[in-house]
């Protein structure tokens, strides 16, 4: 482990993370190495952190923002190199629904724990998920709502992919402040989380078992 790195990035300070993440390339370490061993362990503590209560929203997201900055120096050299994120993942804010903080905090944090992000934004059609889902080849769809109007928007959506005849091959998940694991039994998602620690972990326990 890098713990210059994984220090940046746990407490949030951009500049140095990218400084160091530079460094750490010059002097031999691949992209891949960076990632796994430092960068990854950082956000998972951020994680164990906010679950404990000793991170709160402020600081969770600033370490989202340093890794997500540090993440986009080395984008590139993995695509370059072939290397495989842990899955595809198109996220967005369910039609009629402006709310993207929460949503926002869970791409990055999705991103940081390996996995290729697809954010579609907020205010986002049933046919704009299904059309991301099909062009990224993706196989998680996360869906968020903050209010309870836009949240039978999630359950049109599920629709839109069984109807589409990909329902089987995607991995739905859903969160937001009203939102229930009843809610996510009852419109037929794969999962819910309340809050993006818990959303990575859920996507890795469902990546795992598909």
């Known amino acids: 482990m890098n713990t210059d790195i ?11 993370a990218q400084k160091f993440v530079q460094a750490a390339l010059e002097s031999g370490a691949s992209p891949h190495d960076i990632i796994m ?33 540090s993440l986009a120096i080395l984008s590139p050299l993995l695509a370059a190199s072939g290397s495989e994120p842990m899955g595809k993942v198109v996220i967005g804010t369910v039609m009629g629904d402006m ?30 998920f299904l059309k991301a889902l099909q062009e990224n080849e993706a196989e998680i769809l996360c869906m968020s709502a903050l209010l309870t109007t836009t949240m039978p928007a999630m359950r049109k959506t599920i629709e839109t992919l069984i109807n589409a005849g ?21 419109i037929g998602a794969d999962g819910y989380s309340s ?16």
């Open 6 to 16: 994984f220090n940046a990035i746990l407490t949030g300070k951009n500049t140095d």
């Open 37 to 69: 061993d430092s960068m990854i362990p950082a956000m998972d503590e951020a994680g164990r952190r906010f679950e404990e209560h000793k991170f709160f929203v402020p600081q969770l997201m600033i370490a989202a923002r340093a890794m997500k900055e």
């Open 99 to 128: 709310h993207d903080i929460g949503k926002n905090l869970v791409a990055s944090m999705l991103e940081g724990a390996g996995f290729k992000v697809f954010d579609l934004g907020v205010n986002v059609a049933p046919d704009k």
């Open 166 to 186: 990909i329902r089987d091959s995607v991995l739905v998940m859903i969160g937001g402040a009203p939102v229930t694991q009843a809610y996510a039994d009852e």
């Open 195 to 210: 809050n993006a620690n818990a959303a990575v972990t859920l996507a890795r326990q469902l990546i795992s078992k598909s």
